[in-house]
């Protein structure tokens, strides 16, 4: 969920209210604080028929929650976004770091198998096998892996052979799309796993049940059952309120301020969790002129786009992805200043300045952002025409159209962000960057051994960025959530952590 490019906007936000009116409906009336059981019931944003429960092809949040709760992945990341273990125990690179030995716990499936290295070498080769209709959302991310030369070294010992080196191949083990599946399983319709809760039933788009895991390797849950409900925005602060559910992920602010005093209700406002960006295409004019995307860096007014557009829930952000996270670097923060705006265009010799700006309302604030900043530019002498698409294709449609695009992004550790969005070629590279001596560095900071050696390469590569980069990151917002006081252990951590939307250390106070 990190490495594959897990952003915000691949876990699209579609769900009816009548069909989240329903969710609640069936979920939530013998559930958690209803019925005072050890029953614990929470709501997340849903997607109808589109979600699953294969850890290798689903990629919405709730998604992800609810197989955190079945599954558990080698390596996850933590909220700095460094690789922790957890179905591993360690994991060790040859001096070249083309080969790592990965040294496995002992974990038994919830069908009482044990967990061996076939199970990990399996997953390797289903989410790297030949080419699907819906691919897994793991292969980019995992495709130094070379099969032929993995091996079971025994049970508990696995060995994976890399075709480049790679020093930072624990990230890749803890991406979203590689949680471990059972060696032979192909019907995902009534998933076994090894995580904290056994699975009962799932609904797409209205409830997902599953009961504490008794041999669970990292402790038994306290809860007994774990339900998790699909349910629109308002449904879920109204019914957090009201005590039909007890947990409710992913609330806009004006949510957050409703529920902040409210008694009963604990809110969780996690920082760094959303990153709003604009993103210039940078191999078609204007913005293949590197002054002239300079310049709209100073065009911007962060603060005020983050006061307005995003009620002033966040902190500004100075075009650096990863505040907070490994191997982010703290480099200087672009100002408005629209005389510098005026002197870099006249360097790159571009004068009456126009260009269309390419958005949707897909996440909070996205319009109101986008119309805000097209005033920043006229304040500046600059045209920017605010064009808006269709929500429901909008992050596809925006990687290959237009001039300027907007995006928000999810937490996931920067060599990710560098892979999947800014080499040449990257499946996701909304900027259409292509710089060889930027794609040298990438290739030098993976085949570095020590940690303190990648962080000056990554640091020379986001200098680069900062520079003449296509991105400009304006702001950073919070996760919020709330819940119901009665329980201890309520996750707070940002999207795509090990500790977001994990409930097995949630208890009855």
């Known amino acids: ?124 080769s289903r989410v790297l096998g030949p080419a699907r209709r819906r691919p897994f959302i793991a292969a980019s991310s995992l495709d130094r892996v070379d099969l032929s030369g993995c091996r079971a070294v025994d049970d508990r010992t696995v060995e994976i052979a890399l075709k480049e080196p790679s020093f930072e191949f624990l990230i890749a083990l803890s991406v979203y799309g590689t949680k471990i599946v059972q060696d032979g399983a192909a019907d995902f319709g009534r998933p076994v796993g090894t995580g904290p809760f056994v699975f009962e039933s799932f609904d797409p788009g209205r409830q997902f049940t599953a009961t504490r895991n008794e041999h669970y390797w990292d402790g038994a849950p306290a809860i007994g059952e774990l339900r998790i409900l699909s349910a629109e925005a308002d449904a879920r602060v109204n019914a957090v309120q009201s005590g039909e559910i007890d947990y409710a992920d992913n609330l806009t602010p004006s949510a957050a301020r409703t529920l902040r005093d409210r008694p009963g209700i604990r809110l969780v406002a996690t920082p760094n969790s959303g990153i709003y960006f604009f993103a210039m295409k940078t191999d078609r004019p204007p913005f293949d002129k590197p002054d002239v995307r300079r310049a709209v860096m100073r065009m911007v007014d962060r603060a005020e786009l983050l006061k307005v557009a995003l009620e002033g829930q966040g902190e500004i952000a100075d075009d650096v992805f990863g505040k907070g996270y490994q191997y982010y670097a703290d480099l200087p923060q672009h100002d408005y200043d629209p005389d510098e705006a005026a002197r870099l265009l006249r360097r790159a010799g571009v004068r009456d300045l126009s260009f269309d700006l390419f958005t949707a309302p897909v996440a909070y604030g996205f319009v109101e952002a986008a119309r805000l900043f097209a005033d920043q530019a006229a304040a500046c002498g600059v045209r920017v025409n605010v064009v808006l698409g269709s929500k429901d294709s909008y992050y596809t449609d925006a990687l290959d159209t237009g001039q300027l695009t907007m995006g928000q992004s999810g937490p996931l550790p920067i060599p990710n962000h560098f892979a999947s969005r800014l080499l040449s070629g990257a499946p996701q590279n909304r900027t259409k960057w292509s710089d060889p001596e930027f794609d040298g560095l990438y290739a030098k900071a993976q085949a570095t051994r020590s940690a303190q050696g990648r962080t000056a390469i990554y640091r020379t590569m986001h200098e680069i960025l900062h520079d003449r980069g296509g991105f400009i990151f304006f702001g950073t917002t919070n996760w919020n959530s709330a819940g119901g006081d009665r329980f201890a252990g309520l996750p707070a951590a940002v999207p795509n952590s090990h500790d977001w939307a994990r409930f097995d250390g949630v208890s009855i106070r």
């Open 1 to 124: 969920m990190r490495g594959a490019p897990p952003e915000l906007n691949r876990r699209s936000f579609l769900l009816g209210s009548a069909v989240a009116a329903g969710a609640l409906a069936v979920g939530c009336g013998s559930g958690g604080s209803a019925a005072g059981s050890d029953t614990f019931t929470a709501a997340f944003q849903g997607s109808g028929a589109g979600e699953g429960i294969d850890p290798g092809a689903n990629t919405l949040f709730i998604d992800e929650a609810r197989m955190k709760a079945i599954y558990d992945g080698l390596f996850e990341v933590d909220s700095a976004m460094a690789p922790i273990p957890r179905l591993a125990e360690s994991g060790e690179p040859n001096a070249d770091g083309t080969r790592w030995r990965i040294a496995l716990r002992d974990a038994v499936w919830h069908d009482g198998k044990k967990f061996t290295s076939r199970d990990v070498l399996y997953t390797l």
